[in-house]
T-cell receptor, first 114, second 113 residues
Framework: AQKVTQAQTEISVVEKEDVTLDCVYETRDTTYYLFWYKQPPSGELVFLIRRNSFDEQNEISGRYSWNFQKSTSSFNFTITASQVVDSAVFFC???????????FGDGTTLTVKP | ETGVTQTPRHLVMGMTNKKSLKCEQH?????MYWYKQSAKKPLELMFVYSLEERVENNSVPSRFSPECPNSSHLFLHLHTLQPEDSALYLC????????????FGPGTRLTVT
């Protein structure tokens, strides 16, 4: 069985602070994909990043960066110099390669205050 | 139109009504999905279609009936729903069912009275 745990239900920071959203996953598959999605108040989930299980390179995209550590089954997401527009619910997801089965975490609600 | 569109955006229906949710993707993808997002629960995968064929059905009650007439369109037919079915219903698509990121529509906010 697959499981994704986002232990932080809600995080509140002040603008310009750095913030890390944690994601821990469980799977018996050797090949899988990890994702982060952002859900702003409008409701539409927006894809941010995909990582496959063989690629442990960290990635940076502007103020966003991701740290994938297979040894600890974690795929954490850091926002540097947060902005009010970053306020949203962020979901971590795990997907195996069999028929598109996806498992989402419960989400972390990030509030960035001015 | 680009991306994934869903209609209607909001729907209020009684428990005896029959309604349908529509999803259309303009991305040339081969896989489409229905998810349910409730206030107290995480995203729940309901159905997966790959090339118009249903490949995943996550023990969804029969009062929800999906239809995929072609790879660009996906419907969710609703009948005799319960108040606990009130939720945000999200449609998504991806290039293939077994890989790749999913692109989501804006969702249909369903309220069952």
């Amino acid at each position: 069985a697959q499981k994704v745990t986002q232990a932080q239900t809600e995080i509140s920071v002040v603008e310009k602070e750095d913030v890390t959203l944690d994601c821990v996953y469980e799977t018996r598959d050797t090949t899988y994909y990890l994702f982060w999605y952002k859900q702003p108040p409008s409701g539409e989930l927006v894809f941010l990043i995909r990582r496959n299980s063989f690629d442990e390179q960290n990635e940076i995209s502007g103020r966003y960066s991701w740290n994938f550590q297979k040894s600890t089954s974690s795929f954490n997401f850091t926002i540097t110099a947060s902005q009010v527009v970053d306020s949203a619910v962020f979901f971590c997801a795990l997907r195996n390669t069999n028929a598109g089965k996806s498992t989402f975490g419960d989400g972390t609600t990030l509030t960035v205050k001015p | 139109e680009t991306g994934v569109t869903q209609t209607p955006r909001h729907l209020v229906m009684g428990m005896t009504n029959k309604k349908s949710l529509k999803c259309e993707q303009h991305l040339g993808h081969n896989a489409m999905y229905w998810y349910k997002q409730s206030a107290k629960k995480p995203l729940e995968l309901m159905f997966v279609y790959s090339l118009e064929e249903r490949v995943e059905n996550n023990s969804v009650p029969s009062r929800f009936s999906p239809e995929c007439p072609n790879s660009s369109h996906l419907f969710l037919h609703l009948h005799t729903l319960q108040p606990e079915d009130s939720a945000l219903y999200l449609c998504a698509s991806s290039q293939e069912a077994g890989a790749g990121e999913q692109y989501f529509g804006p969702g249909t906010r369903l309220t069952v009275t």
